[in-house]
């Protein structure tokens, strides 16, 4: 067995709507979220939620020693996991709703690529919100986001709630293909181009700039409709 997955387990079983699922995500779908981090330069990659770090070893390939690699988790087991698993990567035990002032700490600037394995059907809205208000404050205008869907939880309030923000955050919201090879099958969103946030009036127009419109024309209608986590 897996000599991370015991761990996991223990952590599910504790906490089982933060950690979400009763086992780590597989390698394909780790292959498909990861795929937006840059293959060259010095890129500042997040990831919120590693677990046990079922995407932090792909993650780590990728950068193979270039830029930074920074894991958010809520749950300290899991950071010393792995700080001991790998020397490359600085592991954070911080909610990802600081994640601005986290980097601000190590003298960084915005993330070029963030990664989640955060449990987002498992949240309320006001929480959804301000993750993904997180998210959008530390990216970079040309980054990238990655996020990933169950399948089978595709009709549940939450799931439909999280793409309709998805779609309100990003310019560019993106659904892959669905990886049937993880246990349980999953959905991969590319999110890009964040859009910039009203923090006082965010229901009012701003004079001068027109309101975003529907995201979502008659060529995305089934996309709409796809699982959300």
Not at 198 to 219: K, L, N, S, W
């Amino acid at each position: 067995m897996n000599n991370t997955l015991i761990p996991f387990i223990r952590e599910f079983v504790k906490a089982p709507t933060v950690v979400a699922s009763v086992i780590p995500s597989g390698k394909a779908l780790a292959r498909q979220v990861t795929s937006s981090i840059p293959s060259t330069g010095q890129p500042v990659v997040v990831e919120l939620g590693p677990g046990t770090g079922a995407f932090s070893r792909t993650i780590q390939e990728r950068l193979d020693g270039r830029g930074r690699h920074i894991t958010l988790d809520v749950n300290e087991r899991f950071t010393a996991l792995l700080a001991e698993r790998f020397a490359g990567l600085e592991a954070v035990t911080a909610d990802a709703r600081d994640l601005s002032t986290i980097l601000a700490e190590r003298g960084l600037g915005q993330a070029d690529a963030i990664v989640s394995g955060l449990p987002w059907a498992s949240f309320r809205r006001e929480r959804q919100r301000e993750l993904l208000d997180a998210v959008v404050d530390a990216l970079s205008p040309q980054g990238a986001f990655t996020t990933f869907a169950y399948v089978h939880a595709r009709r549940f309030i939450p799931a439909h709630r999280f793409r309709r923000s998805l779609a309100d955050r990003f310019e560019e919201v993106v659904l892959g293909r669905t990886v049937w090879a993880n246990l349980p099958p999953a959905l991969v969103y590319h999110c890009r181009r964040p859009r910039p946030r009203q923090r006082d009036h965010p229901a009012a127009a701003v004079p001068g700039h027109a309101m975003p419109a529907d995201r979502f024309g008659a060529a995305d209608a089934s996309a709409a409709d796809q699982p959300c986590w």
